[in-house]
């Protein structure tokens, strides 16, 4: 290199301060949304067996919850409910009483700074664990949208702050786009899980959830994990159809697919940092094969820096306390 030894880019990485100053991509807790389960109950903390240190909640630990992650400057919350009884419509994901009703109407009253966002898919609520209405052994589009955007209308009545399709449906975004704006939700913003791939990396959340389908399996409506393209598409049409903040999930294997669609798009972003990745991440740190918190601390980074505005992630509590050190 003719430029050295005149230009010698170690001279930035001398020390923590030097390389604090030079940092390109920088993390805050501000960046995450935490993940909550809740379930029926009382005095219900049932830790996540393949997910340690998350749990399934009762209403009356919800709001100690919600507390600490406010206090950690954490600014959102997902909330997915786990009801008491699953049918083959998901009836309880759109009752004025379901549990992630309910949940809503506790942290808009102990904590109404917090933004709570709901998730709008079935598959936790259907005894076939699938994620909308069975019709001939497959997933009717059509139906499902209906229901869809009944669950999505309820979750405002109880006073959500997003809504968050999730179930991959043809037009789900536009459905419940209609349905908000006819009743006077207008302004009640649509986080839409645009690029949602069909990944093996789902597995403890559907132990979490229990919502593992029961017969078949997702890849007719969930995406082809090869694919980047299609995934453009699906977040053109998600964003002509009204969404406010669309979402690639997973994150990890999909850096590709987070920085094609910041590039092109220029949309709000989301990244989900989905169950197992954070499952790795925690066996391998409790074998002491890796150093935990430094592989997290770079993992979220790089979703970041792939163009993430917002990441959706198990490990927002505890990166937001190493930020705060």
Known sequence: MSSFPRVRLRRLRGSAALRGLARETRLSASDFIYPIFVTHGRDV??????????????????????????????????????????DAEGTEAYETNGILQEAIRVIKQTAPDLLVIGDVCLCEYTDHGHCGVIENETVDNDKTLELLAKMA???????????????????????????????????????????????GFYGPFRVAADST??????NGYQMDPANVQQAMREIEQDIEEGADIVM??????YLDVIATAKKKFGYPMAAYNVSGEYSMVKAAAENEWIDGQRITMEILTSIKRAGADMIISYHAKEMARWLAV
């Open 248 to 253: 690639v999930k997973p994150a990890l294997s």
């Open 45 to 86: 903390r049932n830790e996540i067996d393949p997910m340690p240190g998350i749990y399934q909640l009762s209403l009356d630990h919800l709001i100690t919850e919600v507390g600490e992650v406010e206090s950690l400057g954490i600014p959102a919350v997902l909330l997915f409910g786990i009801p008491a009884k699953k």
């Open 153 to 199: 209308v309820c979750q405002a009545d109880a006073g959500a702050d997003i809504v968050a399709p999730s179930a991959m449906m043809d037009g789900q975004v536009g459905a419940i786009r209609a349905a908000l704006d006819s009743y006077g939700y207008e302004n009640l913003p649509i986080m839409a899980y645009s690029a949602k791939y069909a990944s």
């Open 213 to 218: 389908p029961q017969f078949g399996d997702r």
